[in-house]
């Protein structure tokens, strides 16, 4: 079983699926230091964080 496994997933490249899907790669800003700093010190952040 553990060499089925084992054999299951192989990586043989990395790919970009952005580039794979001719998409441009996402600008993800929202995830950056500077956006979660500022939305811990929002008061109700979690209402920020799911809107």
């Excluded at 600008?27 to 109700?44: G, K, N």
Aim: charged share 15%; no cysteine.
């Amino acid at each position: 079983m553990r060499q089925i496994v084992s054999n299951a997933v192989v990586t043989v490249q990395m790919v970009d699926i952005f580039a794979a899907a001719g998409m441009h790669n996402p600008y993800i800003y929202i995830l950056s230091d500077e956006f979660l700093a500022d939305v811990r010190l929002l008061p109700q952040r979690h209402l920020a964080l799911e809107s």
